[in-house]
């Protein structure tokens, strides 16, 4: 039976992988698996407490897990900052029948107090947990729900998707952190609640939805890679209100800065520092774009502070 449930898994997660969408539960296994399939490991908190994976961390809950490591300063921060987005649309009902988890995949660095120091960079909110542990049992945990294992060598390269499931009925999906806050929210609110809790967000009737213009190439990477952070005409967020600042910013440096902030913080930029300084110290996180899509962003900004300014 234990063999017939991990093969269950792993076609699960396979078919997530393709589609992006769960894989119907026919009926509801009554207590989940009973750690048959998940590990029982032992993993640290934050806060230092000792907690079981299976019994303590998965077992009877919805949850959202992802896996990062405190000092990444490229996808980590914005993988981070786009699971706030889906805490803050959730609620308070995050650490009620809704559960986040963040997963430290480079533990010998990852203590308790660094993950808490992360945290308060990022000023993540009630019922999301940061966990530590062995490395070899996160490891595991990893395997277990389907994601693809580097070497601790390659940590940049660890595998980012967000997992979501009921581990009571056994619906496990796999996403990309960068979908739609609200369409993530839907999933943990609703769809892994059989549909019988309050979604988040506004939706419309199929009768009222709007055409859909084709995104350019500079809205599609501000939705995905800069929303998270930044606001255009909305005030600050994590990072700074963005409207305004291509005229405000030499080009030259406002490139550089999309394309490869890490560095200029090295550097000790002053600007770089000064913006550090303002937003708790947190990085500007190195996307890996190039000039075509550094200079796509630019585009798109400056049309947004065109739009701005004909509304006035």
Request: aromatic letters at 8%; proline letters at 4%; charged letters at 25%.
């Amino acid at each position: 039976m234990a063999v017939l449930r991990s093969l269950m898994f792993a076609f699960a997660a396979l078919a997530t992988t393709w589609t992006g969408t769960a894989a119907p539960a026919a009926q509801t296994m009554e207590g989940g698996w009973h750690g048959n399939y998940f590990p029982n490991v032992e993993l640290t908190t934050h806060d230092g407490k000792k907690v079981k994976f299976y019994d303590d961390v998965i077992r009877g809950k919805v949850v959202a897990i992802n896996f990062i490591y405190t000092s990444c300063g490229d996808v980590c921060p914005l993988d981070t900052a786009h699971m706030r987005q889906v805490h803050t649309l959730l609620g308070d009902r995050v650490g009620k029948d809704i559960h986040f988890y963040s997963i430290s995949v480079d533990p010998d660095n990852d203590t308790p107090q660094a993950l808490r120091r992360y945290m308060r960079t990022f000023d993540t909110g009630a019922g999301w947990t940061f966990l530590t542990g062995k490395i070899e049992d996160i490891v595991l945990i990893q395997k277990k729900l389907g994601l693809r294992i580097v070497d601790i060598k390659k940590i940049r390269d660890h595998d980012t998707r967000l997992i979501m499931g009921n581990e009571r009925t056994s619906q496990w999906i796999k996403r990309s952190p960068y979908d739609d806050p609200t369409i993530l929210g839907n999933i943990l609110s609703s769809t892994l609640h059989n549909h019988t809790g309050t979604q988040v967000g506004n939706l419309a009737s199929y009768e009222k939805a709007g055409s859909v213009k084709n995104l350019s190439r500079g809205q599609y990477l501000y939705r995905t890679r800069c929303a998270s952070c930044h606001t255009f005409g909305g005030g600050d967020r994590l990072g700074p209100d963005l409207k305004g600042v291509v005229g405000a910013r030499d080009r030259v440096w406002l490139t550089r800065w999309i394309k490869e902030p890490n560095k200029m913080i090295a550097e000790k930029d002053p600007l770089a520092m000064e913006l550090m300084s303002r937003y708790r110290n947190l990085p500007m996180p190195n996307l890996s774009l190039g000039d075509d899509e550094a200079a796509a962003v630019i585009h798109y900004m400056s049309e947004q502070d065109k739009a701005l300014a004909d509304q006035k």
